[in-house]
C-alpha cells in the first residue's frame, strides 16, 4: 500500500487492489463457496426486487450465504490475513479495524442477478461514516460477468436519498449502471470502496460464474445509528488491533 494509493483510495471512494491472494488460493476459496452452497438451502434467493426490474423483469439468479465465517474456517482465517487487515487498515486511516458483516455471492452464468447502483449507507448508516467494503474475487469478474461498477468521488457527495421499494437503490434514471466505471477483476484481486460511494454490478450473461466474498468493516469508535443489519453473527469481532472504547456504548 503506497501513498499514492491511499490518496486515490481517498479521492476516489474506491481501489482494486491487483494479487491480494494468488490464483491458487483464489482456487480454493472458490472451492470453498461451492462445498458451502451444497450445505445450504437451494431454493434461497436473494435477488433484490429492483435487481429484477433493472434486468427487465428477465429470471436472474443469485447465491449467498451472509456470515461464511460461521460455515467454513477457510472464511475465517481470510478475515485475519495481514494482507487484507493491514490493506483495509491503511485505507481506513485507523490502526484499529472491526467487522460489521460478510456476505458471500455467486452469480450463475447466463443469468445471474445484477445489482442496481446504491450505496451501502441506508442499510447500516453510522455516525462517523468509516464503514467500508472488500469484495475478495474468487473467480474472474469482467464485465460480461457483472463485475462492480462505481461513481468515482461520489463518497464526497454524502449520503443521498435513496428508493427503498425492492431494497434501497438510486434512482435508475439519474444513476445509469451504464455509465459507471468498471472495475473488472482477476481471481486474487479485493476491491476496497468506502459504504458512501454509489455502486452497482451488471447481469452476468457470460458461460462462466462469478464468485465474490464481501466483507464489510469499519473503525470500532465508530457505532451505528440505527438498529438495522444487528442480527449478522459476527458484528463487531477485532479484525485487526484493539476496541478502544472496550465495548462501552
Known amino acids: 500500500m503506497t501513498d499514492a494509493d491511499v490518496r486515490f483510495y481517498r479521492e476516489n471512494g ?20 461451492h462445498d458451502l452452497l451444497g450445505r445450504l438451502n437451494d431454493s434461497d434467493d436473494p435477488t433484490w426486487g429492483s435487481a429484477r426490474e433493472a434486468a427487465g423483469a428477465a429470471a436472474t439468479r443469485l447465491r449467498h450465504c451472509h456470515d461464511a465465517q460461521f460455515h467454513s474456517a477457510a472464511f475465517a482465517k481470510l478475515l485475519l490475513d495481514r494482507r487484507f487487515t493491514d490493506t483495509a487498515a491503511a485505507l ?14 455467486v452469480k450463475p452464468p447466463e443469468n445471474g ?11 447500516f448508516p453510522h455516525a462517523k461514516d468509516t464503514v467500508a467494503a472488500a469484495i475478495f474475487h474468487f473467480s474472474d469478474a ?21 428508493i ?8 435508475p434514471d439519474q444513476w445509469r449502471l451504464a455509465d459507471a466505471v468498471p472495475c473488472p477483476a482477476e481471481a486474487g484481486d479485493v476491491l476496497f470502496f468506502t459504504y458512501l460511494t454509489v455502486h452497482g454490478s451488471g447481469l452476468n450473461t457470460s458461460s462462466q460464474e462469478r464468485v ?20 449478522s453473527l459476527g458484528q463487531g469481532m477485532i479484525l485487526r488491533g484493539v476496541d478502544p472504547t472496550a465495548r462501552r456504548p
Request: proline letters at 9%.
Open 164 to 171: 427503498e421499494d425492492g431494497s434501497w437503490h438510486l434512482s
Open 113 to 123: 442477478s445484477p445489482f442496481p447502483m446504491h450505496q451501502d449507507h441506508p442499510f
Open 92 to 105: 481506513n486511516g485507523s490502526p484499529n479495524l472491526q467487522l460489521h458483516h460478510t456476505k458471500m455471492f
Open 212 to 231: 465474490t466474498w464481501l466483507v464489510q468493516y469499519r473503525d470500532p469508535q465508530d457505532r451505528p445509528t440505527t438498529d438495522d443489519h444487528q442480527w
Open 14 to 33: 474506491y481501489l482494486l487492489v491487483k494479487g491480494l491472494l494468488n490464483a491458487d488460493e483464489a482456487a480454493t476459496m472458490r472451492a470453498e463457496c
Open 142 to 162: 469482467d464485465e460480461e460477468r457483472g463485475c462492480v461498477r462505481v461513481v468515482p468521488g461520489s463518497h464526497h457527495k454524502g449520503p443521498l436519498e435513496h
